[in-house]
């Protein structure tokens, strides 16, 4: 990969991570795995209760449990 194609790519990452980040600028669950646990988890909020996917591998997840679930394990988990 030439150094055009690296800067392409860290590039595209940065800005889908911004958007990751914009889609949770309303998240209402403060007491649930918190946004930045989900940005983390490289999930996209749906703007549906608290429903979240992932674009890489289209998991989408929904009815987390409070203090008990963790993001990264989850998608870990279900989808390795």
Same mark, same amino acid.
């Given at each position: 990969?030439?150094?055009?194609?690296i /800067?392409?790519?860290?590039?595209?990452?940065?800005?889908?991570?911004?958007?990751?980040?914009?889609?949770?600028? +309303?998240?209402? +669950?403060?007491s $649930?795995?918190?946004?930045? =646990?989900? $940005?983390?988890?490289?999930?996209?909020? *749906?703007?549906?209760? !608290?429903?979240?996917?992932? $674009? /890489? *591998?289209?998991?989408? *997840?929904? =009815?987390?449990? @409070? +203090?008990? !679930?963790? @993001? *990264?394990?989850? +998608?870990?988990?279900?989808?390795?």
């Amino acid at each position: 990969m030439d150094s055009k194609s690296i /800067y392409t790519t860290l590039l595209e990452t940065d800005l889908i991570q911004q958007v990751r980040r914009r889609s949770f600028s +309303h998240w209402s +669950h403060r007491s $649930i795995p918190s946004s930045a =646990q989900m $940005i983390e988890a490289g999930f996209f909020n *749906c703007n549906v209760d !608290d429903r979240v996917i992932c $674009i /890489y *591998c289209n998991l989408i *997840c929904q =009815q987390w449990t @409070p +203090h008990a !679930d963790d @993001p *990264c394990e989850v +998608h870990k988990t279900l989808s390795p």
